[in-house]
């Protein structure tokens, strides 16, 4: 099952959490104020969800026989689905406690950089002022004119995750998201390292939704592909993951605690644009989209900065 952070044209700064529904969405915000789904509380985004143990599984376990294929059967939630033209998608995690990113697990991506096969997972800091909405810009900042970017599959956390053992790693995932892990590759060179290539605002789009864990698994299997401009720039699956998902969480929840609302971005593909020859980076005008599968795609503008 699929849930969006979203908020109406007709009152873009009021957030919302939704259901998408084929050309629909349910508005699961609306729903639980009129007590048409019952929750312990009111919710205005994701995360709200999120700190309700099993929070996801007891809006999924309401709305799974409310919401089959075609017709929509309940009566009472008819009156809060909505035409999903008449909404702006907001980034499916907002302000994640922790963005974590995960570099060189894919094993062509570190063969077209050159880079030995890590041993374990190589962890860097991410911010979460750099998420991006989808359909948001991607902004070229001023001192930076190489800007890269890294299609990656993201883990969001459900749970208070410490110690785990990879077994029961998948039992603390919520679900699975898109993030382009944009990066300043000449600053990711001057600096030595990455927080700065990394961090500037705009630099980490997310979305279009969050899955859960019950519809894609592990997340083992999925096609990945981005395209620049209609182009296909990087093309693979997560089954080529160096580190798989539960293995990932295990790895990271001994460094540190992961808590509900975490997001991991698990490491991108080959293609990358500064391997290219010549290298390829994103100009103002151009179109960068994501697409995996079971998730859906993210689309994002370029644009020079001010």
């Not at 599984?57 to 075609?70: A, F, K, S």
């Not at 990945?224 to 990087?234: S, V």
């Not at 995996?292 to 993210?298: D, K, P, R, S, V």
Request: net charge negative; charged share 20%; with cysteine.
């Amino acid at each position: 099952m699929k849930f969006i952070n979203f908020s109406r044209l007709s009152s873009p700064s009021e957030f919302r959490v939704g259901c998408p529904h084929g050309n629909l969405c349910l508005d699961v915000t609306e729903a639980i104020k009129n007590n048409v789904l019952m929750f312990p509380r009111s919710v205005s985004r994701i995360e709200d969800v999120l700190q309700v143990e099993s929070g996801l599984e007891i809006l999924e376990n309401q709305l799974r026989p409310l919401l089959p294929e075609t017709p929509v059967s309940s009566k009472e939630l008819r009156q809060f689905l909505f035409d999903d033209s008449t909404i702006v998608l907001q980034a499916p995690i907002l302000r994640p406690g922790k963005l974590i990113g995960i570099g060189l697990n894919y094993r062509d991506h570190a063969e077209e950089t050159k880079m030995e096969l890590p041993k374990e997972p190589l962890m860097f800091a991410m911010y979460s002022n750099a998420i991006a909405a989808p359909n948001r810009p991607i902004v070229i900042p001023g001192m930076s004119r190489k800007i890269d970017y890294e299609a990656e599959l993201a883990v969001v956390m459900g749970s208070t995750t410490r110690h785990v053992s990879p077994d029961e790693a998948l039992a603390h995932v919520a679900g699975y998201t898109i993030v382009n892990d944009v990066s300043a590759r000449d600053l990711q060179r001057s600096d030595g390292q990455w927080l700065r290539a990394k961090s500037f605002d705009t630099f980490a789009p997310m979305g279009p939704c969050l899955v859960t864990r019950s519809s894609l698994g592990d997340a083992d299997g999925l096609a990945i592909e981005l395209r620049l401009n209609g182009q296909t720039m990087q093309k693979s699956n997560t089954r080529n993951l160096i580190f798989k998902i539960p293995a990932l969480v295990s790895h990271i929840s001994k460094v540190m605690t992961l808590e509900a609302g975490d997001v991991i971005s698990t490491g991108t593909p080959g293609g990358v644009g500064f391997t290219r020859k010549p290298p390829v980076y994103l100009q103002p005008g151009d179109v960068v989209e994501i697409e995996i599968e079971g998730i859906g795609m993210l689309s994002n503008p370029v644009v020079d900065s001010d």
